[in-house]
């Protein structure tokens, strides 16, 4: 940290506390007159002639956390301080470099040495209770209590407990450390993270009180989809109704349980019989002359697949001049529906009444081509 002059001979090391006060005294009265360059020199010999005094006040703090390499690196810092601030009509050289030098290792401890930020004034009474529980340990033989420690002090009580647990932010435990035993995990394995899904408790936990509103078995197809993550199919095989059905119970599900997220009161559910119209299977037949019309009206699922393949078969025993199936209204065929129509274009072609397709809407169009039934076409 010093270099070394080349200037002066190095003063024995032996000397004891009086000398270095004469040291001291010779250094101001050396320095009188000379030009800064020359008291730079100066300097540098009083402050190697007082390290070991430096290293010697350093050595009384180890062992208390800190490295003693650092201790007397901020003490020799404190002694360039008493060198510099040195005035022999203030007294001792000796007693003053030593109180500035302590001072700069105490605050050491108490700005550079602190694992987590704890306010000053509790940092001074850590070190103050510190010293009062190592002085009452050794009058009373035991450990000193809170109230002891805070009589010796004047201190209150809580100012005491909260010295004391302040204490242990100087060097909190590292997040690395095992757990104990032989156990391989860290004290950080025990910290908990942020859980993203504490955003949607309240939303989880109105949909849950929703479901309970919900018929069973519109509750048991939203749980097999979304939670078992079955599909469609798999959930018709089920319960022996047709993808489309199932299609439609989630979606009469889903926008219920919508309305009723975003209302005060949640609205009253539907039953099944009230399911709107537009999505039933409607089968009507009617004598047009020698004709027969079969109108067909709603999404022809495997519910209503066995009414449409009725109807055609009785259309087509009748012997009629042609049977025409209208499918003006039909806004659907799932592989049921799309199963009767070619049952009954069979059994026409084996009876030889012809059979002919109308009116068929665009999405219905593209799932009769699909199926062969290419030959549908409007009036």
Do not use: C
Request: proline fraction near 5%; charged fraction near 25%; charge should be negative.
């Amino acid at each position: 940290m010093f270099g070394q002059s080349t200037t002066t001979t190095p003063p024995p090391t032996d000397r004891g506390l009086e000398d270095l006060d004469a040291a001291a005294l010779a250094y101001a009265a050396r320095i009188e007159g000379l030009p800064p360059e020359r008291r730079q020199e100066a300097r540098d010999d009083l402050v190697r002639f007082a390290l070991p005094f430096a290293g010697r006040l350093a050595r009384r703090y180890r062992g208390r956390g800190e490295p003693l390499e650092d201790l007397e690196q901020v003490a020799r810092l404190g002694l360039v301080n008493a060198v510099d601030r040195y005035d022999p009509e203030r007294g001792s050289f000796t007693a003053y470099a030593a109180i500035t030098i302590v001072g700069e290792i105490k605050r050491h401890f108490r700005d550079r040495t602190w694992g987590v930020h704890v306010p000053r004034r509790l940092r001074d009474l850590i070190l103050e209770v510190g010293q009062a529980t190592a002085a009452l340990t050794s009058e009373l033989s035991r450990a000193p209590s809170v109230a002891e420690l805070a009589e010796r002090l004047e201190t209150p009580e809580e100012e005491i407990l909260a010295a004391l647990e302040s204490a242990a932010g100087y060097s909190p435990a590292s997040l690395n450390a095992p757990v104990g035993g032989e156990s391989s995990a860290e004290f950080g394995d025990l910290v908990g993270e942020s859980d993203n899904a504490l955003e949607s408790v309240d939303d989880r936990v109105t949909v849950s009180g929703l479901l309970h509103r919900l018929p069973w078995r519109e509750r048991r197809i939203l749980a097999m989809r979304f939670y078992g993550n079955q599909t469609q199919a798999e959930i018709a095989a089920r319960f022996g109704i047709s993808q489309m059905h199932v299609s439609r119970l989630l979606s009469r599900a889903l926008t219920w349980l919508r309305q009723a997220m975003l209302a005060d009161a949640p609205p009253p559910w539907q039953n099944g019989a009230a399911e709107s119209d537009g999505a039933k299977t409607r089968i009507s037949v009617r004598q047009n002359g020698d004709r027969v019309v079969v109108e067909v009206g709603g999404e022809v699922d495997r519910d209503g697949a066995d009414q449409l393949r009725r109807a055609m078969l009785e259309a087509v025993t009748g012997q009629p001049a042609e049977v025409v199936v209208d499918l003006v209204g039909a806004g659907g065929f799932d592989a049921g529906g799309i199963a009767a129509l070619m049952a009954g274009r069979e059994a026409a072609a084996r009876t030889g009444v012809p059979l002919r397709l109308t009116r068929v809407q665009p999405a219905v169009r593209r799932s009769l081509t699909a199926a062969g039934l290419a030959q549908a076409r409007e009036s």
